[in-house]
């Protein structure tokens, strides 16, 4: 593929040019604070639907108590986190402080704590805390060889695929669960994201077969609800409402390279750009017959990729995305290079976390010590639960690219490691079957992964 007209070098970005997902900035004063109130009520229906069961007299005294709690360890000033909270003191609606709530949120008691508890995510975190209990997920993976069995346990089995490529996946998962699933009456609500753009003329076999979309969508049965997003910045879900807030698993099938194998909290942008041109060749942004792509320079030749491809959001920034949005986490098809990085987020010992050192073949068993031993000791197939080995990270703190209002903090009790892209048993993308054909790379990692929240102190 030839380039019609060049540009510069890109720089190595080490997060998205622009990321509408950050929060803006507290705001400073009464105005500034109603009108962020009634964005956020408007921008999410659904929540504010949700938000009446939380005013509900049998559950109002606790809301009200939540609500404080959330907005004095929130980052408004003084006068506005007194106000609030003050109007609020009192255990019933007609008992709060109407004349200082409707100065700060502009509406009447009900309709004002209703708004609050969306602002400040009471509603998104009551929707996460559905769905089974993470102990529970937990001692099912424990005692089960395939961690997608656990869709045939749930009352409302769902899945979100992240960078679903060809939906083969997809096919696949249908083929090992769906005729169980309909025997038993349940839904099953499947959602599928991938970043590539419909009708671009790069990527190649990654788009979505237009067959199999036809056949998850027009020839869907109504026991199964599925839906394709294409053009998708997984780090940018929030802009789209049809997609559930939890779900039962999340999948991401090889996280790509070089996305989420440097972690900006951890490297440099130099580090990254210097490390991405050795490794991968000189780059620039180039138009392919109209289209902005990326072309790098690799041993002599010229590929031509996504524009995006090259723009690095880390694993803490996917790590983050999972614990918010699935009970049961799935990583596959990991590459090496990706998979020592990802792993460096989920341990405690922060010296498996150095300063600007790239994770190379090279300097890994000295970073990670008995941890490296132990885990490539494994043969294809093997699995071992990572606790065993070394403590996990008892927090998992935000990612530089994926911030939120009121973050809730998140971890995950549990992590298991499999060797090898394809098991029996479960279902697999033609990614993960493509490994056995690549001569240089190493078995890939599969990890299954168990968040819960963090319980506040």
Same mark, same amino acid.
């Given at each position: @593929?030839?380039?019609?007209?060049?540009?510069?070098?890109?720089?190595?970005?080490?997060?998205?040019?622009?990321?509408?997902?950050?929060?803006?900035?507290?705001?400073?004063?009464?105005?500034?604070?109603?009108?962020?109130?009634?964005?956020?009520?408007?921008?999410?229906?659904?929540?504010?639907?949700?938000?009446?069961?939380?005013?509900?007299?049998?559950?109002?005294?606790?809301?009200?108590?939540?609500?404080?709690?959330?907005?004095?360890?929130?980052?408004?000033?003084?006068?506005?986190?007194?106000?609030?909270?003050?109007?609020?003191?009192?255990?019933?609606?007609?008992?709060?402080?109407?004349?200082?709530?409707?100065?700060?949120?502009?509406?009447?008691?009900?309709?004002?704590?209703?708004?609050?508890?969306?602002?400040?995510?009471?509603? %998104?975190?009551?929707?996460?805390?559905?769905?089974?209990?993470?102990?529970?997920?937990?001692?099912?993976?424990?005692?089960?060889?395939?961690?997608?069995?656990?869709?045939?346990?749930?009352?409302?089995?769902?899945?979100?695929?992240?960078?679903?490529?060809?939906?083969?996946?997809?096919?696949?998962?249908?083929?090992?669960?769906?005729?169980?699933?309909?025997?038993?009456?349940?839904?099953?609500?499947?959602?599928?994201?991938?970043?590539?753009?419909?009708?671009?003329?790069?990527?190649?076999?990654?788009?979505?077969?237009?067959?199999?979309?036809?056949?998850?969508?027009?020839?869907?049965?109504?026991?199964?609800?599925?839906?394709?997003?294409?053009?998708?910045? @997984? @780090?940018?879900?929030?802009?789209?409402?049809? &997609?559930?807030?939890?779900?039962?698993?999340?999948?991401?099938?090889?996280?790509?390279?070089?996305?989420?194998?440097?972690?900006?909290?951890?490297?440099?942008?130099?580090?990254?750009?210097?490390?991405?041109?050795?490794?991968?060749?000189?780059?620039?942004?180039?138009?392919?017959?109209?289209?902005?792509?990326?072309? *790098?320079?690799?041993?002599?030749?010229?590929?031509?990729?996504?524009?995006?491809?090259? *723009?690095?959001?880390?694993?803490?920034? &996917?790590?983050?995305?999972? *614990?918010?949005?699935?009970?049961?986490?799935?990583?596959?098809?990991?590459?090496?290079?990706?998979?020592?990085?990802?792993?460096?987020?989920?341990?405690?010992?922060?010296?498996?976390?150095?300063?600007?050192?790239?994770?190379?073949?090279?300097?890994?068993?000295?970073?990670?010590?008995?941890?490296?031993?132990?885990?490539?000791?494994?043969?294809?197939?093997?699995?071992?639960?990572?606790?065993?080995?070394?403590?996990?990270?008892?927090?998992?703190?935000?990612?530089?690219?994926? %911030?939120? %209002?009121?973050?809730?903090?998140?971890?995950?009790?549990?992590? !298991?490691?499999?060797?090898?892209?394809?098991?029996?048993?479960?279902?697999?993308?033609?990614?993960?079957?493509?490994?056995?054909?690549?001569? !240089? !790379?190493?078995?890939?990692?599969?990890?299954?992964? *168990?968040?819960?929240?963090?319980?506040?102190?």
């Amino acid at each position: @593929m030839t380039a019609d007209q060049n540009h510069s070098y890109a720089p190595c970005v080490s997060k998205p040019p622009s990321t509408p997902a950050v929060e803006p900035a507290a705001p400073q004063n009464p105005a500034q604070l109603r009108r962020l109130i009634q964005e956020s009520k408007s921008a999410d229906p659904a929540a504010w639907e949700s938000a009446r069961k939380l005013v509900h007299r049998s559950r109002l005294e606790h809301t009200l108590a939540r609500l404080v709690e959330r907005i004095q360890h929130s980052p408004l000033p003084g006068t506005l986190r007194d106000g609030l909270v003050a109007g609020l003191s009192p255990a019933s609606a007609e008992g709060t402080d109407r004349v200082r709530l409707k100065e700060l949120t502009g509406l009447p008691p009900a309709k004002a704590i209703r708004a609050l508890c969306v602002y400040f995510a009471l509603v %998104r975190e009551e929707a996460t805390s559905s769905g089974p209990a993470p102990h529970e997920v937990e001692s099912f993976v424990k005692q089960n060889v395939s961690p997608y069995d656990l869709l045939l346990h749930v009352e409302k089995p769902s899945l979100l695929d992240l960078g679903a490529g060809d939906l083969s996946f997809e096919e696949e998962l249908l083929d090992h669960y769906f005729p169980a699933l309909q025997e038993s009456g349940k839904v099953l609500t499947l959602h599928a994201v991938d970043r590539l753009q419909p009708g671009s003329q790069l990527g190649g076999a990654y788009h979505a077969d237009p067959e199999r979309l036809r056949r998850l969508t027009r020839d869907a049965p109504d026991t199964l609800h599925f839906r394709f997003w294409g053009g998708v910045d @997984m @780090m940018d879900l929030s802009t789209h409402p049809h &997609l559930l807030a939890r779900y039962t698993v999340l999948t991401c099938h090889a996280p790509a390279t070089p996305t989420f194998a440097y972690e900006p909290t951890r490297l440099s942008p130099a580090t990254i750009h210097s490390h991405l041109t050795q490794t991968k060749g000189k780059y620039r942004t180039v138009q392919v017959r109209g289209e902005k792509a990326l072309e *790098v320079m690799h041993r002599g030749q010229a590929l031509t990729f996504p524009h995006w491809k090259f *723009v690095i959001q880390g694993p803490l920034a &996917l790590l983050n995305l999972a *614990v918010r949005r699935g009970a049961l986490c799935i990583l596959s098809a990991i590459d090496d290079e990706v998979f020592w990085e990802i792993l460096a987020q989920l341990v405690e010992d922060p010296g498996m976390r150095p300063q600007d050192v790239v994770f190379t073949p090279d300097v890994l068993p000295e970073i990670f010590g008995h941890v490296h031993q132990t885990l490539s000791s494994l043969t294809v197939g093997e699995r071992c639960h990572l606790s065993d080995v070394t403590p996990l990270r008892q927090n998992l703190p935000a990612s530089t690219t994926h %911030r939120e %209002r009121n973050p809730i903090a998140y971890r995950f009790r549990f992590a !298991e490691i499999r060797r090898g892209a394809v098991f029996p048993g479960m279902p697999a993308g033609s990614t993960a079957r493509q490994f056995r054909h690549m001569s !240089e !790379e190493v078995p890939p990692w599969h990890l299954v992964l *168990v968040p819960e929240r963090v319980p506040s102190r």
